[in-house]
């Protein structure tokens, strides 16, 4: 290909970027702005204007799937055999090719978590920590080893860090050493002892590290701002003191400090490199003027040593952000839940939104109000897509199935999606979607592979198991998951290089952003920084919100947070509040006549531990008919009505639509939808499997409420 074509459509300073061909250079890319582009462009660009050859290239991204989505833009450009790969992906490569030269035996195992190991260590020191503890424990095993902290520096370096141990720092360091010594006897690889070996080997043996520097002369580098100084040590020894090195990033996004990641490699990359190219790329493509300009404000006050950009924004304009404050956190869920209910009315994509929030535990408030409003969703950070034990088997088995299919040119071959789900069957994809979340979650995992299929028979008419599975193939290679049609829930680190049309910031209180265990300056910073990341999500829609109380009333003395100040209009003072009237309504136990406090209790209207009194026929009836319902409009039972709602549902039996729509869970457009059937169920009559009342019946008029 033409290296100037290859400039074609570029901005000016990606341009810039890409004519850059030798190193050093730094890129300084704001979210937003094109930064992939740009060093695509530029690798390619090397590669054929004669600067080097495809094999002698290694670019570094963070995730599988970025190194995928490299590779895939690479090979558009006329360089399909760069190397893009993550730094533990090359480590590993090299490692193994070199294992019986430069260390000989057998090669270890390598271990994708420690708490396993970490248990049996912290046991073989007296030490019993529960699930949560030995997660902290792998967590700051992890810290000590990306910064280079061994077992007896551990209580000195986490002072000099300002770090706080999650147990005693003698434990934790007893830990440590008892769980590197069990490692070394069990030959058991973790990823940073990986990085740490691999650039040994390199440092120690001449002829390995001529090797490795003839192969790999030219070296990108992508969110250089998370580089922790194991992930450096690799690197400086795949340089060998060369400087054809290009390095990307935005210090605004650094947001893994407490992994041990810091953004002073980039930022000090000029002082490294006093002859380096420096390019900064400040037009953002992705979010209108409206979201650029709360994404600028948040960053406002940083101080100039971080090299904060400020982004210009390119796209047209859209609506104004939002800001919402509301009494209690299940409020605050309910009305997000009717925000994108309207959204979705009005055209955009179920998938197209997120509701991003600084912790995971504040995911459940939104499935629920989600699955109560007849949103489909999905969680995002749980257990990886491909990794999910499900996913795993049916791949397996769809790559069998795979040898044994006939060529699709036979007329008497089954159709792919046929041949997919009859496949599936067997593994738990049914119809219609299962009672209980964990057979849900696997059902939507396996409903997800089907749905790809349907992908794959549209986009390649005629295709045929072997092409479906050579799909399939490539997506796990790259982390490539398939798309699953719901909002989106995340937390704000799983979110980082993402984006939506729609993004709603949910939790945005002091104690949660910045959360309360930010004391430092630094700590604090760096939730500014998770804020904007936040932000910057957004294409088009932004809106951000907070509650005053945890549960319905609660005591309203939460404040909003700091990083929405100079942005939010002034909220209502607590006794403007109390003179309008809005004081939440106290709930108490029709059994006991405690005060309620959890969502779930004022739902039931009881404690949990109270003796329920309900219809046991009812709840069943009413359980059928939502699987029906369910059925046949295609969506997961949960969507229709939770298993909590039915369950309040049945403990009061409403005889009228005021009394029903009393009921937690059941909004309008819920009681628009099913009221009349529920209704009727409660009344003991049969409901056709339409989901109607029967004979129309008008239970507004026979209840007495029109």
Same mark, same amino acid.
């Given at each position: ?8 459509g570029?901005?000016p300073?990606?341009?810039e ?18 930064k ?17 050859? +495809? ?67 912290a ?20 810290w000590?080893?990306v ?5 007896a ?18 434990d ?10 069990l ?11 990986l ?8 440092? +120690? ?61 980039l ?51 859209g ?8 009494d ?82 036979d ?42 299929a ?7 008419p005629?295709?045929?198991?072997? +092409? ?16 699953f ?47 904007y ?45 109390r ?13 006991c ?11 039931l ?5 109270c ?31 939770t ?25 309008a457009?819920k ?18 499997a ?17």
């Open positions: 290909m033409d290296a100037d074509r290859l400039l074609e570029l901005d300073e990606q341009s970027a890409a004519r850059a061909a030798r190193g050093p250079v730094c890129i300084l890319a704001g979210a937003g702005t094109g992939t582009r740009a060093i695509t462009h530029r690798i390619a660009y090397a590669v054929a204007s004669g600067v080097v050859s +495809e094999q002698q290239i290694l670019a570094v991204t963070f995730t599988t799937r970025a190194a995928g989505e490299m590779r895939g833009r690479l090979r558009g450009l006329g360089a399909p055999r760069v190397q893009a790969r993550t730094f533990h992906a090359a480590a590993l490569r090299q490692l193994s090719y070199f294992w019986a030269d430069a260390i000989g035996g057998p090669q270890p195992t390598l271990i994708d978590s420690k708490i396993k190991a970490v248990a049996q260590a046991s073989s020191c007296a030490l019993q920590p529960d699930r949560t503890g030995l997660r902290d424990l792998a967590s700051e095993i992890e000590s080893k910064t280079q902290v061994r077992p520096d551990y209580e000195a370096a986490i002072v000099k860090a300002g770090r706080t141990a999650p147990m005693a720092a003698r934790v360091a007893r830990v440590y050493d008892a769980y590197e010594e490692r070394r006897e069990r030959n058991l690889l973790d990823f940073e002892s990085l740490e070996l691999t650039a040994a080997i390199i440092t +120690e043996s001449p002829r390995i590290a001529e090797r490795v520097r003839d192969q790999y002369r030219y070296f990108v580098v992508d969110e250089f701002q998370d580089v922790n100084p194991l992930q450096k040590l690799l690197l400086d020894a795949w340089l060998g003191g060369r400087d054809d090195l290009c390095v990307v990033g935005d210090p605004s996004q650094t947001i893994y400090s407490f992994a041990g990641a810091t953004p002073s490699f930022t000090g990359f000029s002082a490294a490199y006093p002859h380096a190219t420096v390019v900064k790329l400040v037009r953002d493509y992705r979010s209108t003027p409206q979201v650029v300009r709360v994404a600028n404000h948040a960053l406002r006050g940083v101080p100039a040593s971080a090299q904060r950009l400020e982004l210009q924004a390119q796209r047209p304009d609506p104004e952000p939002g800001y919402a404050e509301y209690d956190e299940p409020a605050e869920a309910n009305a997000v839940a009717r925000k994108i209910t309207a959204l979705i009315d009005s055209g955009t994509l179920a998938r197209e939104i997120a509701v991003l929030f600084r912790t995971n535990s504040q995911s459940a408030a939104y499935e629920q109000a989600l699955g109560d409003a007849s949103i489909p969703f999905t969680v995002r950070g749980a257990t990886r897509f491909f990794d999910r034990q499900e996913i795993k088997q049916a791949v397996h088995t769809l790559r069998g199935a795979r040898h044994g299919a006939p060529d699709s040119a007329a008497d071959v089954e159709p792919l999606v046929t041949a997919v789900r009859h496949i599936l069957a067997p593994l738990g994809l049914t119809d219609s979607p299962p009672e209980g979340r964990q057979a849900r979650e696997r059902w939507e995992s396996l409903a997800a592979l089907a749905q790809l349907e992908d794959v028979a549209a986009e390649r005629g295709a045929a198991m072997t +092409e479906f599975v050579e799909e399939l193939d490539a997506r796990v290679a790259t982390e490539h998951v398939p798309q049609e719901g909002v989106t829930l995340a937390s704000l680190h799983s979110a980082k290089g993402l984006e939506w049309d729609a993004v709603f910031l949910v939790g945005l209180t002091e104690g949660m952003l910045p959360i309360i265990y930010a004391e430092s300056a630094e700590q604090v910073e760096e939730e500014r920084r998770l804020f990341v936040g932000v910057t999500r957004a294409r088009e829609y932004l809106a951000m919100s907070w509650a005053l109380a945890r549960a319905p009333g609660g005591r309203r003395t939460r404040k909003p947070s700091r990083f929405l100040d100079g942005l939010r209009p002034a909220s209502p003072s607590l006794a403007e509040r003179t309008q009237g809005r004081q939440a309504k106290t709930v108490q136990c029709r059994i006549g405690a005060t309620l406090i959890e969502a779930a209790e004022r739902k209207r009881r404690c949990l531990d003796p329920a009194d309900y219809d046991e026929a009812l709840l069943e009836r009413l359980k059928d008919w939502r699987r029906e319902v369910s059925t046949e409009q295609k969506v997961p039972a949960y969507v229709v009505f298993d909590a709602t039915l369950q309040a549902v049945a403990e009061r039996e409403p005889s009228s639509v005021a009394q029903l729509a009393g009921i937690s869970g059941v909004g457009v009681l628009e939808r099913y009221g009349e059937a529920v209704l009727a169920l409660c009344a003991g009559e049969e409901v056709p339409g989901g109607g009342a029967p004979g129309g019946a008008d239970h507004e008029g026979r209840n007495g409420d029109g």
